[in-house]
């Protein structure tokens, strides 16, 4: 707000607490902003943010139903669809691949705070304004693992941990017995991981071998 007499901004508030989301809204009117509309979950922040078009949508990164990234996949397409609606992801978790992917869109009206770092109510609502205004706000602390994330998406990210364990158990030479005697499991069980890995990485089927030289190349080329 740039004047007494400026509209104050209207906000939309995602989060599955309901007590943070409660907490929020009362500090954000007292310092007159304008809540236009809460959600405990993706889906419903994206249909009050379809509904009010706000000026800002705060979002949580981790909410129903998977508790992963529904918030963040929410504010990619708050972003898609209203460009003019800024996000602000107010989280206790750092997730990278999405954020590079909101981030490297246009990174104008996005921020990204952690919530156990926020130590005063006037940095939040610095950076509710900044983002509001087409700034952008990262935590240093985001900043840091995005940079160490920054390389494009490759299919070895679709990998599980213990996929890539198989693979780097492959790598290594070893044959399935030994994987399996490694990992304390069932060859028929490293079988079918050594299945997906070669799915995952696009490789089809052939009458040889070379599939299993090919995964163990994607992965030293990594």
């Not at 929020?24 to 993706?42: N, P, S, T």
């Not at 889906?43 to 918030?71: C, F, K, Q, S, Y």
């Not at 240093?140 to 070895?156: S, Y």
Request: aromatic share 2%; no cysteine; charged share 30%.
């Amino acid at each position: 707000m740039s004047g007494s007499d400026a509209r104050p901004l209207r906000i939309v508030l995602a989060d599955d607490s309901v007590l943070f989301r409660s907490g929020l809204a009362h500090l954000l009117a007292d310092e007159g902003f304008e809540v236009v509309g809460e959600a405990g979950d993706a889906a419903g922040a994206l249909e009050v943010v379809e509904r009010e078009r706000p000026d800002v949508a705060i979002l949580d990164i981790r909410m129903p139903p998977n508790h992963r990234t529904e918030g963040l996949e929410a504010a990619i397409a708050i972003r898609d669809r209203h460009p003019t609606t800024a996000v602000l992801l107010l989280s206790a978790h750092v997730e990278t691949r999405h954020a590079i992917r909101l981030i490297r869109a246009d990174a104008a009206g996005v921020g990204y705070l952690l919530k156990d770092r926020v130590m005063r109510e006037a940095d939040l609502l610095d950076a509710i304004r900044r983002v509001a205004a087409g700034g952008s706000v990262i935590d240093p602390e985001v900043v840091g693992q995005l940079l160490g994330r920054a390389r494009p998406h490759g299919p070895l990210d679709e990998l599980t941990p213990r996929e890539r364990d198989v693979l780097a158990l492959m790598a290594e030479g070893r044959s399935n017995q030994a994987i399996a005697d490694r990992l304390v499991v069932e060859p028929k069980t490293i079988e079918g991981h050594i299945r997906t890995i070669f799915s995952k990485l696009g490789l089809e089927p052939e009458p040889s071998d070379h599939r299993r030289v090919l995964a163990v190349l994607t992965y030293l080329r990594s």
